[in-house]
């Protein structure tokens, strides 16, 4: 069992920057793959980054890719991301996923639903 906690969110300019963290519990923590969705009002969750159980394998959406950085620090059981460059249409509820050998092709399609989600943490991005 993995419990997800998001924080880092909030109300910030066009061209601002935020960092989301998310803090997961279990001594199992580094064995997960973790990713960030995103979902705006109005539209279905949308994968926003992968970043593989050892942290050596990342991927990106397309739309957010050289402005947003995904990490983590498995001694913390915690994942970041690094929001840079931000528009109003990153404004959406941001939420962290864990799953156990989801590769970054599985989360980026959610062929496979993770199994552990954070309630989420709300971004808006001002014009």
């Known amino acids: 069992q993995v419990q997800l906690v998001e924080s880092g969110g909030g109300l910030v300019q066009t061209g601002g920057s935020l960092r989301l963290s998310c803090a997961g519990s279990g001594r199992t923590f580094s064995s997960y793959a973790m990713a960030w969705f995103r979902q705006a009002p109005g539209r279905e969750r949308a994968f926003v980054a992968y970043?593989?159980?050892?942290?050596?394998?990342?991927d990106y959406a397309d739309i957010v890719k050289g402005r947003f950085t995904i990490s983590r620090d498995n001694a913390k059981n915690t994942v970041y991301l690094q929001m840079n460059s931000l528009k109003p249409e990153d404004t959406a509820v941001y939420y962290c996923?864990?799953?156990?050998?989801?590769?970054?092709?599985?989360?980026?399609?959610?062929?496979?639903?993770?199994?552990?989600w954070g309630q989420g943490t709300q971004v808006t991005v001002s014009s």
């Open positions: 996923a864990a799953d156990y050998g989801s590769t970054a092709a599985t989360m980026r399609s959610m062929t496979r639903v993770p199994e552990f």
């Open positions: 970043i593989s159980a050892r942290g050596i394998i990342t």
